[in-house]
C-alpha cells in the first residue's frame, strides 16, 4: 500500500517567491496535517482538516501561509511570499478518524516531508 | 498546560547496549493517550505505540519496552540490545482524550539516539 506521499522531496527557492507543497494522504484516510519541523520549535502542527474541512489552522503562522484540500486524496501548503524564516521541514500526516467528534487516539501515518530552503 | 518534556537530547551507545528514553508529561487531564514515534534518517516519522492513561500496564514489543508511571508521569521507553538500525530521533506526544476539535498532539522535543557499531 502507498503510504502518504508528499512532493517535492526538496524545495530551495529565494525569498519572495510563491512556494506550493503537495500531499497525497493514504487512501481511505478523512484525516489529514500539515506539520512544519524545525529545531529551534520541534514539531509544530499548522492545520488540520477532517473530511476535507479545515478544522483548526490556529497553527498557521500568518496571513502567508494558507492550505487546501479539495479532494480526499489531495492537499496543498502554499506561502506566499517566502521568507528565510520559513525553512524547515514540512510534513504532511494522515489518519482515519473512525468517530465523529473527537477522534485524539488515532496514530498518524507521515509523509517522508519538504525540505524547504528560503535564500 | 500539557507539556511533554524528554531530557535527553542525544544518546550515544554501542550496539548490544540496553538504552532507555525518559518521557515526562504533564497535563490537567485525567484521561489522555501518549505516543512514541521514531524518525530514522530517511525523514518520516513513525508511529510505535500508543498508550491511553487507563491502562498503566507495561508493553513488550520484541526489543522494545515501555514503562507508563502515572504516578510520576512518565512514559519511558527501553530498547533492549540496541542495534544500529535503532539509530534515529524518537518523540514523545501527548493528547487529550476527548478534545472536541482539540486534536494537537503536544510533542517533545526528541532524543537523537546513536547506536554505534
Known amino acids: 500500500d502507498a503510504g502518504v506521499i508528499q512532493s517535492p522531496r526538496h524545495e530551495v527557492t529565494e525569498m519572495g517567491q510563491e512556494v506550493t507543497l503537495r500531499c497525497k494522504p493514504i487512501?481511505?484516510?478523512?484525516?489529514l496535517f500539515w506539520y512544519r519541523q524545525t529545531m529551534m520549535r520541534g514539531l509544530e502542527l499548522l492545520i488540520y482538516f477532517n473530511n476535507n474541512v479545515p478544522i483548526d489552522d490556529s497553527g498557521m503562522p500568518e496571513d502567508r501561509f494558507s492550505a487546501k484540500m479539495p479532494n480526499a486524496s489531495f492537499s496543498t501548503l502554499k506561502i506566499q511570499p517566502s521568507e528565510p524564516r520559513d525553512s524547515a521541514v514540512y510534513f504532511c500526516a494522515s489518519s482515519l478518524c473512525r468517530t465523529t467528534g473527537s477522534c485524539t487516539n488515532e496514530k498518524l501515518f507521515f509523509g517522508s516531508g519538504t525540505q524547504l530552503s528560503v535564500l | 498546560a500539557q507539556k511533554v518534556t524528554q531530557a535527553q537530547t542525544e544518546i550515544s551507545v554501542v550496539e548490544k547496549e540496553d538504552v532507555t528514553l525518559d518521557c515526562v508529561y504533564e497535563?490537567?487531564?485525567?484521561?489522555?493517550?501518549l505516543f512514541w514515534y521514531k524518525q530514522p534518517p530517511s525523514g518520516e516519522l513513525v508511529f510505535l505505540i500508543r498508550?491511553?492513561?487507563?491502562d498503566e500496564q507495561n508493553e513488550i514489543s520484541g526489543r522494545y519496552s515501555w514503562n507508563f508511571q502515572k504516578s510520576t508521569s512518565s512514559f519511558n521507553f527501553t530498547i533492549t540490545a540496541s542495534q544500529v538500525v535503532d539509530s534515529a530521533v524518537y518523540f514523545c506526544?501527548?493528547?487529550?482524550?476527548?478534545?472536541?476539535?482539540?486534536?494537537?498532539?503536544?510533542w517533545g522535543l526528541g532524543t537523537s539516539l546513536a547506536v554505534n557499531p
Open positions: 498508550r491511553n492513561s487507563f
Open positions: 506526544a501527548l493528547t487529550p482524550y476527548n478534545a472536541g476539535n482539540n486534536r494537537k498532539l503536544i
Open positions: 497535563t490537567r487531564d485525567t484521561t489522555y493517550y
Open positions: 487512501s481511505g484516510h478523512n484525516s
